[in-house]
């Protein structure tokens, strides 16, 4: 085993970080005997790289023969073993160099790294010494003298080294010895030399074994018979042109092509001269490529000549005339390339899918490229389509790394169908294309985003609980879960209770529903915040604001403030005899919970004692007379007032209003019957009761909460100039107790004659009023 260092390519440092095949390879040599068993360990990777066992399973580590798809060799991931996986055939690779490398690529992944490989391989004496023929005729004349010398074809063995042919054994014989002879092109063969000269008339023929030994261990052999025939006279053995010929072959040549003629002369006359040619030597593969004319010597092609087969044949050819002496030549056969083999893709590796978040220049994958002819018709050169985020970087040899430029993005391309083109150098060109389909790997990088920036839900009052009030969508382009859009209610409050008591959200639509009845004299709208949420880990949101408006339903009927509703007291008016035509007796005061049309209050009388005489404001509730008071009017008149709102359907209440017509409490006071219990419940106090739009009605503020919380017995009333025309000082404030009125009542009044009995509440301030103004 040897390590060597190959040299580092330029682009590892500057790469580092993004491609890591790009380091220093080491060149691992490692030595096996051919035909060795399967399973045999040739040596040890993980310990010769330095590599940790463990880590050999999951870096995919393997060997790869260069330019073919059998496995010789195979990895024991559990030990790093590197194991002979297929048989190995010195001859079948390397024929008769004496040197046999086979060249391999070892690929590991996590990072990946390349190593080369080579695997010299011994060879081992497993072919034996083999003959041309079985026999070999000889034709000797006995006239010849001790000494003369008869070539014989030596024996040939695929094997090389010792392992090949070494010695020679003749048959004991009383004629013949045996000498090895080498040629001026390197070749040996054997001579047959006469050692005792022959007699045909003691000996016609003889049969002589000849054994061929090669020097491997256990040693192996071929025999051959020679036949001698004795007889009277050839001189002369045919001689060669050339001892050696060579011609050139393109690959591809059709059967029948001419290679070359070997040409032989013989010297002597007739049968003696009679030359004819025949291969001596050749290899099985070369048996099955040419034929030789017997009779001419052209050798023409009868196979398939292939130069990534076969660059180089070397045959031999033998002339011999009639009676058997003969010569040999060589010929070399050069096949010369042409481009007719195109380049080969190869897939190494690939991370399939990849995650969208692999920063640009991330490895995804390993080219390799091959292509079988030599020269410029091998070199190849790689290519890949436009307008993928993708290139090839040139590795070591004819490597090439498939690496992202760009950001990627499942939701905008998912798949990739990478085409990579290889063209050779030849001429023609030749070219071939590989599709690498790249599947991009979902990351959770997209928020789930409304669909609107906020919502508005519109619900009348008094809905049903369960109603559904609107709909909210939020999409996330992600894959599957990371896709997934689950909708909630973000915690929160209103008017102090949890909002998951006013609504609920269908996490699977989004739809949203109303939990409870809303009252829109409770509150008029409310804000919730809703959630999406993808279900991705970790999971990404956002939120949106909900706005909900409840509107108006006329659910609230007027209330009368003032006078007290009918039936609950009978308070009584006092309308001064001289009053003219015109003048303000008394108002009816009524306020509506709603609001809008629904709160527009509306007074109407719809009985009175004596219809003439009085009237009200359609919209003040201001009880004034409508002639002046004349002696014959009845003392007592009564009215009953409706007041309605302007709802559809519209609500109404009523109630009584006692009049009476004097000037004199005195005079009225025996002859009146109060309850005395002039009252004003508190219950219909408005704490903050403003009348803003001059039309004389009462309404309440927005805030149905400070409506709720002031202090029952504190009332502030706010009296605006449009009020009553002449009568009531301009924006003043009145903040005063139930028994500050009383007081301020005893202050205002002045007047002797006005008694406790016609206190009520309304009159205290018309009283106060006059005074005043007065
Ligand atoms: C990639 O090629 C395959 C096979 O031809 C095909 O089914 C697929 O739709 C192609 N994908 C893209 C993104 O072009
Ligand atoms: C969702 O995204 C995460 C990374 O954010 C990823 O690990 C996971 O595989 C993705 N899920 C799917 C179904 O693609
Ligand atoms: C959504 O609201 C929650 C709760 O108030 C908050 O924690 C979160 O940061 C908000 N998310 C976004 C995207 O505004």
Known sequence: FVRTPSVCLSESSSRAAAISLLFCPWYLSYSVQEELKRGSVIGNIAKDLGLEVGRLSARKARVDMEGSDRQYCGINLRNGDLLVADRIDREEHCGEKPSCVLKFDLLLENPLELHRLNLQVQDVNDNAPVFPKDIIKLEIRESAVKGARYRINAAQDADIGKNSVESYILQQNPHFVFSIQTTSAGSKYGELVLDKELDREEQQEMKLLLTAVDGGSPQRSGTV???????????????????????????????????????????????????TYEFSRLSDKSQKLFSLDEKTGEISVTGDIDYEEG??????????????LSSEAKVIIDVTDVNDNAPVLYLKSLSNPIPENSSPGTQVGIINVQDRDSENNRQVRCSIQQNVPFKLVPSIKNYYSLVTTGQLDRELVSDYNITITATDEGSPPLSSSKTVELSVADI????????????SAYVTENNKPGSTLCSVTARDPDWRQNGTVIYSLLAGEVNGAPVSSYLSVNGDTGVIHAVRSFDYEQFRSFKVHVMA?????????????????????????????????????????????????????????????????????????????????????????????????????????????????????????????????????????????FDGAVAIPSAYLPPNYADVDGTGTLRSTYNYDAYLTTGSRTSDFKFVTSYNDNTLPADQTLKKSLTDFADAFGDCDTSPEVGKAVKSFYTYFYYCRFTLVQ
Not at 311 to 317: A, L
């Open 444 to 455: 959770n990088d997209n928020t789930p985003v409304f669909e609107e920036q906020s919502y």
């Open 225 to 275: 018979v020679i036949h001698v025939i004795v007889l009277d006279a050839n001189d002369n053995a045919p001689v060669f042109t050339e001892a050696v010929y060579t011609a050139a072959l393109p690959e591809n040549s059709p059967l029948k092509t001419k290679v070359i003629i070997v040409s032989a002369t013989d010297a002597d006359e007739g049968v003696n001269g009679e030359v």
């Open 311 to 324: 660059s180089k044949y070397e045959v031999f050819v033998e002339a011999k005339d009639g009676y058997g």
């Open 533 to 673: 949420r993808d279900n991705g880990s970790p999971p990404l949101s956002s939120n949106v604001t909900i706005s909900v408006f409840i509107s108006d339903v006329n659910d609230n009927s007027p209330q009368i403030l003032y006078p007290a509703p009918e039936g609950n007291s009978f308070m009584t008016e006092l309308v001064p005899k001289a009053a003219h035509g015109g003048s303000l007796v008394s108002k009816v005061i009524a306020v509506d919970a709603d609001s809008g049309q629904n709160a527009w209050l509306s007074y109407h009388i719809v009985k009175s004692t004596d219809p003439g005489l009085f009237t009200i404001g359609l919209h003040s509730g201001e009880i004034r007379t409508q002639r002046d008071i004349s002696e014959s009017d009845s003392m007592k008149q009564n009215l009953i007032v409706a007041v309605k709102d302007n709802g559809q359907p519209s609500l109404s209440a009523t109630c009584s209003m006692y009049l009476l017509i004097s000037d004199n409490l005195a005079e009225v006071k025996p002859r009146l019957l």
